[in-house]
């Protein structure tokens, strides 16, 4: 749009269906008002390309606004390819979705999410060279999780200190729900940090994974309504909903979910519960940091510092929702609107 504001309107929104390799695939671009397009590949056996296309659209509005929130130069894409990661994964139709990539010309760049390792990312790389954080083996950062849980872990203390008064999280009772490639490297922070924490995942692998990892972890069927100190969705989007937003029982909700919350009124029964919701796009930028790190080609303790500060942002967030009495997801997107307008303005 030319208004500055990152409407619902994406810029380009690309579908390829290859025979050859069986690939179905999306790409979708918000926004390059702050610079190229920036998102993982999501591979994900949706039930038809409706959900695909809903799914992609949303998320990569979110990374926009990630990239906003995060101060980084960048626009919002995302990709999503249809069908099982267990089951239809090949090489073959890896690099014929880099040739999609490469077709776009460099608007957007890839880079994993649900459903894609950094060893995708490697055979996605051979046909495409708008690829980040691959493994160290084919010259990436690789594996983004450890970043985004650290992240993550930042953005719970300064949600904290806004809590209790400090950001300590000794002593305090922790749900993480999802144990995958973010969620248990989340869980062994947290147990460093001397919090208590308790885990669920329907994945009996993900399960013992964590387990194998973390002893001190105890598992349970489900966290959201538990009786926690934090609840941290780390599993897929929208678990808080305006009912279940009613029975959470925990001060902070801060986790690394893209699209926490179903829809704006879960969010204002939160609010209105005195629940402290971390804007999901702010606690998770740790990947996306990483990555533009890694195109930048900027030292790796820079970057870590970079995601650490992410404890500021988060801090700020709080502070304007908490003055203006608005939700945090309102403050969030209020400064995020803010950084594009101004770009958007200086650009005329
Ligand atoms: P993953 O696929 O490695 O792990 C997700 C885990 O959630 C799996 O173990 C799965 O069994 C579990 N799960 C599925 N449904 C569940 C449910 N109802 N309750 C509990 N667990 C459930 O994915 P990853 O990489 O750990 O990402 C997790 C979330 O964080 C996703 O929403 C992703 O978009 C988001 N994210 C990930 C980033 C990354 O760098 N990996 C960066 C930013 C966001």
Same mark, same amino acid.
């Given at each position: 749009?030319?208004?500055?504001?990152?409407?619902?309107?994406?810029?380009?929104?690309?579908?390829? +269906?290859?025979?050859?390799?069986?690939?179905?695939?999306?790409?979708?671009? +918000?926004?390059?008002?702050?610079?190229?397009?920036? &998102?993982?590949?999501?591979?994900?056996?949706?039930?038809?390309?409706? #959900?695909?296309?809903?799914?992609?659209?949303?998320?990569?509005?979110?990374?926009?606004?990630?990239?906003?929130?995060?101060?980084?130069?960048?626009?919002? &894409?995302?990709?999503?390819?249809?069908?099982?990661?267990?089951?239809?994964?090949?090489?073959?139709?890896?690099? %014929?979705?880099?040739?999609?990539?490469?077709?776009?010309?460099?608007?957007?760049?890839?880079?994993?999410?649900?459903?894609?390792?950094?060893?995708?990312?490697?055979?996605?790389?051979?046909?495409?060279?708008?690829?980040?954080?691959?493994?160290?083996?084919?010259?990436?950062?690789?594996?983004?999780?450890?970043?985004?849980?650290?992240?993550?872990?930042?953005?719970?203390?300064?949600?904290?200190?806004?809590?209790? &008064?400090?950001?300590?999280?000794?002593?305090?009772?922790?749900?993480? #729900?999802?144990?995958?490639?973010?969620?248990?490297?989340?869980?062994?922070?947290?147990?460093?940090?001397?919090?208590?924490?308790?885990?669920?995942?329907?994945? @009996?692998?993900?399960?013992?994974?964590?387990?194998?990892? +973390?002893?001190?972890?105890?598992?349970?069927?489900?966290?959201?309504?538990?009786?926690?100190?934090?609840?941290?969705?780390?599993?897929?989007?929208?678990?808080?909903?305006?009912?279940?937003?009613?029975?959470?029982? %925990?001060?902070?909700?801060?986790?690394?979910?893209?699209?926490?919350?179903?829809?704006? @009124?879960?969010?204002?029964?939160?609010?209105?519960?005195?629940?402290?919701?971390?804007?999901?796009?702010?606690?998770?930028?740790?990947?996306?940091?990483?990555?533009?790190?890694?195109? #930048?080609?900027? @030292?790796?303790?820079?970057?870590?510092?970079?995601?650490?500060?992410?404890?500021?942002?988060?801090?700020?967030?709080?502070?304007?929702?908490?003055?203006?009495?608005?939700? @945090?997801?309102?403050?969030?997107?209020?400064?995020?609107?803010?950084?594009?307008?101004? %770009?958007?303005?200086?650009?005329?």
């Amino acid at each position: 749009g030319s208004s500055g504001e990152p409407s619902d309107a994406h810029e380009r929104v690309v579908f390829r +269906h290859d025979h050859a390799t069986g690939l179905k695939a999306i790409v979708a671009i +918000h926004s390059t008002v702050l610079g190229r397009a920036l &998102g993982g590949t999501r591979f994900y056996p949706y039930g038809d390309e409706h #959900e695909a296309l809903a799914d992609v659209l949303r998320l990569s509005r979110g990374m926009t606004y990630k990239a906003a929130a995060a101060g980084l130069p960048y626009g919002g &894409g995302k990709a999503v390819i249809i069908g099982d990661p267990a089951t239809t994964k090949t090489p073959e139709l890896l690099q %014929a979705y880099g040739s999609l990539v490469e077709s776009l010309g460099g608007d957007y760049v890839t880079g994993g999410d649900v459903g894609t390792t950094a060893d995708d990312l490697d055979i996605i790389g051979t046909t495409t060279s708008y690829v980040a954080t691959r493994t160290a083996a084919a010259g990436g950062t690789g594996d983004t999780a450890p970043l985004t849980a650290l992240g993550v872990l930042h953005s719970m203390r300064a949600a904290a200190m806004h809590a209790w &008064g400090e950001p300590s999280l000794s002593g305090r009772r922790v749900g993480v #729900e999802g144990l995958g490639k973010v969620g248990r490297r989340l869980v062994g922070l947290l147990l460093d940090e001397g919090a208590t924490v308790i885990g669920c995942d329907p994945s @009996p692998e993900a399960r013992a994974l964590a387990r194998g990892l +973390h002893p001190k972890l105890a598992l349970a069927e489900r966290v959201i309504d538990e009786e926690v100190d934090i609840y941290g969705p780390c599993a897929m989007g929208g678990t808080v909903t305006s009912a279940s937003a009613e029975v959470i029982r %925990a001060r902070i909700v801060c986790g690394a979910a893209n699209n926490q919350l179903l829809d704006a @009124p879960a969010g204002d029964v939160l609010q209105s519960r005195g629940i402290i919701w971390v804007p999901d796009y702010v606690a998770n930028a740790g990947g996306l940091v990483q990555g533009v790190g890694e195109l #930048e080609g900027r @030292p790796t303790d820079d970057v870590q510092r970079d995601v650490e500060a992410i404890f500021d942002t988060v801090d700020q967030i709080l502070r304007v929702s908490s003055d203006q009495s608005i939700t @945090p997801g309102s403050a969030a997107d209020r400064v995020v609107r803010a950084r594009i307008a101004a %770009a958007t303005s200086s650009a005329d």
